[in-house]
């Protein structure tokens, strides 16, 4: 695979630390969810970085597709403990849409979330459900 760009984030203190991205342009404490302490958690760092690229996907198929099409994601993070007692994941991504059908909507989606980075790193280890809304 050719990388077209690459970066570093530090972390010290685990889920209740700090952790920074090396060029020093984001940084954030972390706070465990429920622990009542300021700071973002993993998940939702997780869950940001996804509907970023989820929604840029979109906007490459939707442009393959000759589709105009407004459209907005949400990514819903979750996590939670696997029967074996470790932790997993599980992902919900809603794409709404605007000024395409239910069915080209689905489509879009679908194509999406075959060809974003963060669907296909979580593939296959992952329980990722697709949502659509169309206006």
Known sequence: MKVFYKTRAT?????T?????????LAFDLAS??????GANPEQLFALGYAACFGSALELIAKQM???????????????QTA??????DIDIYAETTG?????AHRLIEKAHEVCPYSNA???NID???HVVVN
Do not use: Q, W
């Open 128 to 130: 990722v459900r697709l």
């Open 17 to 25: 630390g700090h952790t920074a991205l090396d060029d020093g342009s």
């Open 100 to 104: 395409i059908t239910e069915d080209e």
């Open 11 to 15: 972390s010290t203190g685990g889920r």
């Open 66 to 80: 000759k589709l105009d099409v407004t459209a907005k994601t949400s990514v819903e993070v979750g996590i939670g």
């Open 33 to 38: 969810p429920g622990s009542g302490k300021e």
């Open 84 to 89: 074996s007692g470790g932790y997993a994941l």
């Open 122 to 124: 979580t593939r296959g």
